[in-house]
């Protein structure tokens, strides 16, 4: 038997001990692509939710289309270097009040001149957001955005806190201002772009984006996969584009731009580790996750039903998965 076979071997029965003494209760779905194939793929059944809107109790399979939350915003950035390579929207360092001119006051705010289309990919706007309080009402603010008549004034005109570009500051508005920036220089919805550019080249049989009271879709957070497509996309990710994505912007996307905690970064819209095994990673409430590994060859998608609740189910098998 070879080495990585045998790894294979130790890593699904460190998987399937972990759900079988109940360590990952609310595991929806696991799949594991080592070597460019899948060697693990698990499926549970539980409560689930479509952005909040119950779904009743649901027995997973790999079929089965879920919220993956917040790694929406990860690929939002896919898509963004699609456009960008296309000279569809403008680049990092681009000016970003100037691409909403609907906002007259806004664009000749001088405390708002120095925003770029970067500190928006980096979550370092700088502008007053709290999402760290419950996803139940307008405190957070990210459903005080979607409760406003006009989603992009409501992020433009938050007071500015600090000089953009300084510090980290988790945004689901900042991946509203990407979507709508693809949506605008492409001319399309940010949904029919995905399908034509990223998921029906891939071959994915089934995809959803949420959208909002205003019919957009809700570029944060809306997003539902098949685990074995989220799976998929990391391998795009693996693979430096493949011929979708613009190797160059991969590589910008995994870049360490602004440390969240000690070898803990985020880049643009994907979160970085720099320790002794360096990947990046999408995030989702609830445990929604997507790894890429480069060095180990290793794609982990994880999808469960913790929402609002932490990522104790998918850090379980995810644990198992690296062997930590």
């Known amino acids: 038997m070879r ?32 070597g460019g194939r899948i060697v693990a793929e698990r499926y549970g059944e539980g409560p689930d939710h479509r952005l909040g809107e119950p779904l009743g109790h649901v027995v997973f399979d790999r079929d089965t289309l879920h919220d993956v939350r917040s790694v929406s915003k990860s690929v939002v950035a896919l898509l963004y270097g699609v456009a960008l390579g ?26 708002r001149a120095h925003l770029t289309v970067g500190h928006a990919l980096t979550m370092t706007l700088g502008l007053d957001w709290n999402e760290d309080v419950p996803y139940t009402g307008p405190d957070n603010s990210e459903v005080a955005m979607e409760l406003a008549p006009d989603r992009y004034r409501f ?27 693809i949506a605008r220089g492409t001319g399309r919805p940010l949904e029919e772009y995905a399908a034509t550019e990223l998921f029906e080249p891939l071959g994915f049989p089934a995809y959803e984006w949420s959208k909002g009271d205003d019919g957009v879709a809700m570029a944060a957070s809306g997003l539902r996969l098949r685990p074995v497509d989220l799976a998929a996309l ?9 011929d979708l994505v613009p ?16 070898g803990f970064w985020y880049g643009y819209q994907w979160y970085v ?19 890429v590994s480069p060095e180990e060859d290793l794609v982990v998608a994880v999808t469960a039903g ?9 850090t379980a ?5 690296l062997g930590r």
């Open 3 to 34: 080495d990585d076979e045998e790894d294979a071997m130790g890593m699904i029965e460190r998987v399937d001990e972990v759900l079988h003494e109940g360590k990952a209760p609310a595991l929806h779905g696991l799949v594991v692509v080592s």
């Open 86 to 111: 296309r000279g569809l929207v403008p680049e990092p360092g681009e000016p970003l009040l100037p691409q909403f001119p609907e906002y007259r006051d806004l664009v000749d705010d001088p405390a």
């Open 155 to 181: 992020i433009l005109e938050r007071p500015v806190v600090e000089e953009a570009g300084t510090r980290w500051r988790y945004c689901g508005g900042a991946s509203a201002l990407l979507g709508a920036l």
């Open 234 to 242: 990391g391998r795009l990710v693996l693979d430096g584009g493949g």
């Open 247 to 262: 190797a160059a912007w991969v590589r910008e996307l995994g870049r360490p731009r602004v440390e969240i905690a000690d």
């Open 273 to 291: 580790s720099t320790g002794g095994r360096p990947w990046v990673e999408a995030i989702g409430n609830g445990g929604q996750r997507l790894l």
């Open 306 to 314: 913790e929402y609002d609740e932490g990522q104790g189910s998918a």
């Open 317 to 321: 098998v995810l644990d198992a998965v």
